[in-house]
């Protein structure tokens, strides 16, 4: 299962209510880490300000 995959099924639990915000957070942290990384060099490549990873809207 990629971080990605694991970050979806975590949202989805979440909004299902079978975990909690902390546990969410907790699955998604590595994908938000891989996320902020990528979204900082793509940012440097073209000179804008990076976007970070954001729990609320990622789960919107």
């Known amino acids: 299962m990629s971080e990605f995959e694991r970050a979806c099924?975590?949202?989805d639990?979440?909004?299902a209510g079978a975990i909690?915000?902390?546990t969410a957070e907790r699955m998604m942290a590595r994908y938000a880490r891989e996320y902020?990384?990528?979204s900082k060099a793509v940012a440097r490549k073209h000179g804008?300000?990076?976007r970070g990873f954001s729990f609320a809207?990622?789960?919107r």
């Open 9 to 11: 099924y975590a949202r």
């Open 13 to 15: 639990l979440y909004r």
């Open 20 to 22: 909690d915000r902390d």
């Open 36 to 38: 902020n990384e990528k």
């Open 48 to 50: 804008v300000r990076p």
């Open 57 to 59: 809207a990622f789960c």
